[in-house]
């Protein structure tokens, strides 16, 4: 039975070796308007234009499409899509501002295309962006069904650029609920349903919401509550925990200690997944966002305000402290990574 992630098929650490090798061969850098002003690893890339910087980031819906195939149901995924663009996009203290997508596919169907363009449609309408184009690639020798990414673009005014180098010892950590699993560790989780001879359809714990629908979950947006918390608060860092779980707040400052002391508990879908496939915290934890979907840092004498600000749209929490250290660590379960 697979009790990790690398074990369903996707090494984290050989992810990072890849782009390494591709950022190796990155020297080239534009001179004059536009030069780049983030280095590569952030959520997402700032250009210089002027008082502007412009914000650019791409990702996909991964392999959570293939529970929408198997529910027959691709009218909630395009949420997903807009949902990890925009959610990288604020970590920097930009807004987003358009999006385009693209659908890579091995045959035509227009009622998959049609669900798709809802969920596109409602994940904008939620974080206030325009869809203004995209692409659809006919791929039927590379592609076995579809494949589904998007591009977000964000502006910020340069004074307001929030990089997590302001992060320091003695800042607050928020937590951010998600609404679920969102859109990462899905090679993992339905290995799990798997090898334990469940589908889709049974429920969850048995009496649950079927796995289907539970894994389908929308990935939440939080563009209306960070942008607004923005305006209220100071804040010196923000991160979107997507792949490498906990892991992803390390790369807003590589030589600080995140402790985070009082976590988010996690979600039933999250529990039920442990128990099923006997999966070790340390593997949850830096697979799964296990409940905590996007974090924020600042003083903390603001942290309440903070939490105040982002209501009602979510209830977040203190989560922890950054103390002197380096990397991430979760004393409650004798957990630490020092890097991402």
Not at 58 to 72: F, H, I, P, Q, W
Not at 224 to 243: N, S
């Amino acid at each position: 039975m697979v009790k990790t992630y690398a074990e369903a098929g996707v090494d984290q650490d050989e992810k990072g070796a890849h782009i390494a090798a591709l950022i190796s061969q990155l020297a080239f850098k534009r001179r004059g308007a536009g030069r780049p002003m983030t280095r590569i690893g952030h959520f997402t890339g700032l250009v210089d234009m002027g008082s502007y910087a412009l914000s650019l980031c791409t990702d996909g819906v991964g392999t959570k499409l293939l529970v929408a195939n198997e529910m027959r149901r691709w009218d909630t995924v395009g949420i997903d899509c807009v949902a990890m663009n925009v959610n990288d996009t604020i970590c920097i203290g930009a807004e987003p501002i358009a999006f385009v997508d693209y659908m890579a596919i091995e045959d035509y169907d227009r009622e998959v295309a049609r669900q798709i363009g809802i969920g596109l449609n409602r994940g904008a309408a939620t974080a206030n962006v325009t869809v203004i184009g995209g692409e659809i690639a006919v791929l039927p020798e590379i592609v076995r069904g579809f494949d589904l990414a998007g591009t977000c673009f964000g502006i910020v005014k340069k004074k307001d650029i929030v990089d997590g180098r302001s992060i320091r010892p003695g800042d607050a950590i928020v937590g951010l609920p998600s609404s679920g699993i969102h859109s990462n560790g899905l090679t993992l989780a339905r290995r799990i349903l798997r090898d334990a001879n469940l589908t889709v359809f049974d429920r969850v714990g048995g009496v649950g919401e079927p796995w289907g629908p539970t894994l389908l979950e929308p990935t939440r947006i939080y563009v209306r509550p960070v942008l607004r918390a923005l305006k209220r608060t100071r804040i010196h860092g923000m991160a979107h925990i997507t792949g490498g779980g906990v892991r992803n707040l390390v790369r807003l400052k590589p030589r600080v200690e995140f402790r985070v002391t009082d976590p988010i508990g996690p979600p039933l879908v999250f529990r039920e997944l442990q128990a099923l496939g006997g999966i070790e915290d340390r593997e949850m934890y830096q697979t799964f966002n296990m409940g905590m979907g996007f974090a924020m840092v600042g003083p903390e004498d603001e942290a309440k305000d903070l939490v105040r600000a982002l209501r009602p749209d979510v209830s977040a929490k203190v989560v922890g402290e950054v103390t002197k250290g380096r990397g991430v660590t979760i004393p409650s379960l004798d957990l630490s990574w020092e890097s991402y």
